[in-house]
């Protein structure tokens, strides 16, 4: 079964603008989770999405929104993008059955200059 | 608010030495346990989950790890450690029902042969 997919992998963009990236989960698994990786903040939990539904959300300002489609495939967005928005951003998929535990994509690397 | 704990940044072993990373966490009820491996350049990988049950819990290459309710601690053991487990170590919780991850500030472990 092929795993997460994260696309872009890397991402160079200056200030102001804005950004979409993309995740495609685990086939089967309709729970999508978005988390930041900085080397300051560590990694933190920006939001889950579950059969095209916010169902759980981060202490993030409102630049950053998602959505997720009838596929279980995700976006997420940032808007008007500062230089500490400079990130690893990590998607996760799970199965609604047995454990439950995340799955992790390899991450778009986002930089902000 | 749920938190983690991982008071060790850095561990330095020769091969063969043995392993505990320590983690603790603060949260008000009933959680999921979890850690997680970074090897370079590769995505966070699933070590090994507590859910219930047997507290002492095995996973995968040789790694187990021992939730300690009344200390509120989970930490990773490793009995012989191996060059090719120098890596990054995150330790993370969630709350039954909810599920996303509250992850540690990691624990880079460098393995010297």
């Known amino acids: 079964k092929a795993g997460v997919t994260q696309t872009p992998r890397y991402l160079i963009k200056t200030r102001g603008q804005q950004v979409t990236l993309s995740c495609s989960p685990i086939s089967g698994h309709r729970s999508v989770s978005w988390y930041q990786q900085t080397p300051g903040q560590g990694l933190q939990f920006l939001f889950e999405?579950?059969?095209?539904?916010?169902?759980n959300k981060g202490n993030f300002p409102g630049r950053f929104s998602g959505r997720q489609f009838s596929n279980s495939r995700s976006e997420m967005n940032v808007s008007t993008l500062e230089l500490g928005d400079s990130a690893l951003y990590l998607c996760a998929s799970r199965s609604d059955r047995g454990a439950g535990e995340q799955f992790f994509g390899p991450g778009t690397r986002l930089t902000v200059l | 608010a749920q938190s983690v704990s991982q008071h060790n940044h850095h561990v330095i072993l020769s091969e063969a030495a043995s392993l505990e990373l320590g983690c603790n966490y603060s949260y008000g009820g009933t959680v999921n346990l979890f850690w997680y491996v970074q090897y370079p350049g590769q995505h966070l990988q699933l070590l090994l989950k507590y859910f219930s049950g047997d507290p002492l819990v095995k996973g995968i290459k040789g790694f187990e790890a021992e939730f300690i309710k009344s200390k509120f601690s989970f930490n990773l053991r490793k009995p012989s450690v191996q060059w090719s487990d120098t890596a990054e170590y995150f330790c993370a919780v969630s709350g039954t029902g909810r599920r996303a991850l509250t992850f540690g500030s990691g624990t880079r472990l460098q393995v010297q042969p």
């Open positions: 999405y579950f059969s095209e539904t916010q169902r």
